[in-house]
């Protein structure tokens, strides 16, 4: 239930966001899984070892049993809409993390298609943006390729469904590991922690959108007198509320169940 925002992790935490993450990102992994492996073996505690038994009630919905795998150091970031640090990126140099863009784009536009725009992984702090050339040096071109080639065929497949659901994927990022030498995806997938999810109805073109994410928590961060260091400062009851209420209506949307709480 813990949020970070600006690489701070909040002393506030949201009810029942964990598992709205956990289960969307399971379902995603089953509606994906013709697109690329991953990592998803189960989230019934069930199906967990006979070790965590007595912890199944703290467990259930919050929890998935994975594969072991190799985590790579980069975050595969695919961008479909201009907004956020790309669109101040835009505004400064005309284009998206080193990517060339033609003049003319408003604050949130639909990009003509999607970028890949990857992320050196820090271990503290912020993740450092380089480009599809230092991933190549990082991974080997091989690899990098398959980065971003499963990358853009994900975003592709999800935002394409989600816009049928009424929600707008403005942007995600993934992760990726080494089972042996299979890559597979691994973490979250399309959550509101990874992903901007915009209310397709609501979309207008020259204007910030209202999400379904944790830009609501953003813009209220945003709004303070705070130098975006720790520690990150306590959230009001009302904005945690709303926060809750975003998160489960993403979750609704997409999948269509009431389960995730």
């Not at 999607?114 to 991974?139: C, Q, W, Y």
């Not at 926060?243 to 979750?251: G, I, L, N």
């Amino acid at each position: 239930d813990r949020l970070s925002a600006f690489d701070c992790i909040l002393p506030t935490g949201i009810p029942q966001k964990g598992e709205v993450l956990n289960r969307l990102s399971a379902w995603w992994f089953e509606h994906t899984a013709a697109i690329t492996p991953n990592h998803k073996l189960g989230i019934e505690p069930g199906a967990f070892p006979d070790i965590l038994r007595p912890f199944e009630d703290i467990l259930r919905g919050r929890a998935m049993l994975a594969r072991k795998a190799r985590p790579l150091p980069v975050e595969c970031v695919v961008r479909g809409y201009l907004i956020g640090s790309g669109w101040k990126d835009y505004t400064r140099t005309g284009g998206v993390c080193g990517l060339p863009l033609h003049p003319g784009y408003r604050l949130a536009d639909r990009l003509e298609q999607p970028l890949f725009t990857p992320a050196r992984k820090a271990d503290t702090g912020h993740d450092e943006n380089i480009s599809f050339e230092d991933v190549a040096r990082m991974v080997g071109p091989s690899l990098a390729e398959q980065l971003r080639s499963v990358s853009l065929a994900l975003y592709a497949h999800a935002s394409q469904y989600a816009r049928q659901r009424g929600v707008i994927i403005a942007d995600t990022k993934f992760e990726f590991g080494l089972a042996g030498d299979e890559l597979i995806l691994i973490d979250e997938l399309f959550t509101p922690d990874s992903s901007r999810f915009w209310p397709a109805a609501e979309y207008r073109p020259g204007v910030s959108p209202p999400s379904f994410d944790k830009q609501y928590v953003r813009d209220y961060l945003e709004s303070l007198a705070w130098d975006k260091t720790p520690p990150a400062p306590p959230l009001p009851e009302d904005v945690v509320r709303k926060t809750t209420e975003k998160y489960a209506e993403a979750y609704r949307r997409i999948t269509g169940r009431e389960d995730s709480a």
